[in-house]
């Protein structure tokens, strides 16, 4: 498929340098491309839409919910999930991709030998990449060790090669921003779930909705945005509700304002609150003009 220079690494891995005519296509369109990729197994068709994930390392629990559940809603369709393989929802993304059978790809801040891959920690995760049929993707030499300048100036490839970039937390000195402010220069969608505003995690999402990123709140917005057509329909994905579940979807026959809702749930607030969030999550409901309904 690439003609290309092949380095031999290790007896089990093997790194392949492209020509900027190989490059990803959206990569090439950015005022700032590489000169050169080095990768390690396949990088998506060109006919995948690529969603760069990228997160604080230091995430909250809710941020984790909220990686895994969007990332679930996304299996079984052409997307791959693009990440920095880093501690935290980078690699809570690379983790949801696979477990959703979703192509994943690695842009780490070092070179691609297993002697310098960074982080170690991850290293058997970028393994499980390569077996799930994904891949890692640098700009470094093969043996290049990560540095403090590397993390950003790899941003820009995650940014570039992406159709999207969703944020999902980010603290108010995070390179997340960095990410998402190259995704905006280069002119692609950024995505970005809103949060708590008394969390320290939430100033970048809630910066970037001032800026104009798009909120998101279910797998249905990531995949409009995308410009895929949900195919799933409405009974495939209540099937298997629990009864709390089939309870609110039987009272949003019509729409109903939120409190108005929760006054008719046998709940107490607490967990009337933490149902609608999970099920606007999945996208079995949405709140639109003031009104909570079925999707």
């Known amino acids: ?23 990803p296509p959206l990569l090439s369109e950015i005022s700032d491309p590489p000169k050169t990729l080095y990768i390690r197994g396949n990088i998506p068709s060109n006919t995948t839409k690529l969603l760069c994930v990228v997160g604080s390392r230091r995430h909250s629990p809710y941020g984790k919910d909220v990686c895994e559940e969007l990332i679930k809603g996304l299996h079984g369709y052409d997307i791959a999930i693009i990440s920095g393989l880093a501690l935290g929802i980078d690699a809570i993304a690379h983790h949801s991709a696979l477990k959703a059978g979703l192509k994943t790809v690695a842009v780490p801040g070092s070179g691609l030998d297993d002697s310098v891959l960074y982080p ?6 970028a393994k499980d990449i390569l077996n799930a049929g994904g891949a890692l993707i640098s700009e470094f030499e093969p043996t290049f060790k990560a540095t ?31 990410t998402a402010r190259l995704a905006m220069e280069y002119n692609r969608d950024v995505l970005t779930v809103p949060s708590s505003i008394f969390s320290r995690l ?20 990531i995949l409009e945005v995308l410009n895929i057509k949900e195919e799933k329909s409405h009974k495939q994905d209540t099937q298997n509700l629990g009864e709390d579940e089939k309870m609110v979807m039987q ?17 107490s607030i607490k967990d009337a609150n933490i149902l609608l969030s999970s099920m606007e999550l999945k996208g079995l409901i949405i709140e639109r003009l003031g009104e909570l309904r079925q999707v």
């Open 202 to 221: 939430s100033y970048g999402p809630h910066i970037l909705i001032k800026d104009g990123a798009t909120p998101i709140t279910s797998s249905g917005d």
């Open 251 to 267: 009272i949003l026959v019509h729409p109903m304002q939120r409190d108005e809702l929760l006054n008719s749930l046998k709940l």
């Open 148 to 178: 403090p300048y590397s993390f950003p100036q790899r941003n820009r490839i995650m940014a570039g090669m992406s159709h999207a970039t969703l944020v999902i937390e980010a603290g108010e000195k995070s390179g997340t921003l960095i």
């Open 1 to 23: 498929m690439y003609r290309h220079d092949t380095i031999h690494i290790t007896m089990e891995s093997t790194v392949i340098q492209l020509t900027s005519t190989e490059f």
């Open 120 to 125: 170690r920690t991850n290293r058997l995760l």
